[in-house]
């Protein structure tokens, strides 16, 4: 099983680092268009903003590992482990439910935007953003998971250590 999520991590980074190339290439394509050749391609504006939209969600939903992510911890650090998992839990059930409430009237706007396209390219834009969807359903499984594994007094995903349980070892002073 964990080759198979080690391998679903290496494709899921794979289709980051396509994204990311494309969106280079297409930036390229743009600056040359346009400087070089003088003729500015509406389509490259396009391409580059739908690109990086799917990047910031795809990237959010599947490549970042929890550590990666903005964390304010001074007060979950300076408790004991009991009391960090009751705080973790508690933040997680959080974002679950929020990121549930959302979803039904997300879905009702993205289902909407069938009836628009995008000015050069005249893709639905439904399309464009439906990457957000994806992105909901994985934050809240990856927070179900990690609220799962808070309820049943195990390390958090990636097992840290705080710096509540290195200070009782004496590897801080």
């Not at 396509?18 to 500015?40: C, D, E, K, S, T």
């Not at 490259?44 to 959010?60: A, D, I, M, P, Y």
């Not at 007060?75 to 549930?100: D, E, M, N, W």
């Not at 005249?122 to 594994?149: D, E, K, N, P, T």
Request: a positive charge; aromatic letters at 16%; one cysteine or more.
């Amino acid at each position: 099983m964990t080759q198979l999520f080690a391998g679903l991590r290496r494709m899921t980074d794979a289709a980051a680092a396509a994204m990311l190339a494309a969106l280079f290439g297409v930036f390229l394509v743009q600056i040359a268009a346009r400087y070089i050749l003088n003729v500015p391609m509406g389509w490259t504006v396009e391409v580059c903003l739908t690109l990086w939209l799917w990047l910031v969600f795809w990237g959010g939903a599947f490549c970042l590992r929890p550590s990666d992510h903005v964390r304010f911890d001074v007060l979950y650090l300076s408790v004991k482990r009991p009391t960090q998992r009751v705080f973790g839990a508690v933040a997680a059930f959080v974002i679950i439910v929020a990121f549930a409430i959302s979803f039904l009237p997300t879905l009702d706007y993205v289902s909407f935007y069938k009836i628009k396209r995008s000015g050069t390219l005249g893709i639905r834009m439904h399309y464009v953003f439906s990457i957000y969807l994806l992105f909901m359903l994985a934050i809240m499984a990856r927070y179900g998971q990690l609220l799962f594994r808070f309820l049943a007094g195990r390390p958090d995903v990636e097992g840290k250590v705080t710096a509540y349980e290195r200070h009782d070892e004496g590897s801080i002073t």
